[in-house]
């Protein structure tokens, strides 16, 4: 059924309104990117350390072994 009242109205999005949802989305990117670089930082370290451990812990086992 066509709405009389607004016959020309097209359905989807308009440039303005394109526009202002990327310019949000890049702020929010702008604004974690940080925050997310501190964590893959943070993750590498933790599984650097664990992966120091680990084989220290398998040395003394050996040593204990032999």
Known sequence: MIDS???RRSQGFTLLE????????AILLAIAMPSFR?????SRLTTESDT??????LARDEAVKL
């Open 5 to 7: 009242a607004c016959p």
């Open 18 to 25: 394109l526009l202002i949802t990327v310019v949000v989305g």
């Open 52 to 57: 120091l451990v680990y084989s220290l812990n």
């Open 38 to 42: 501190s964590y893959v930082q943070n």
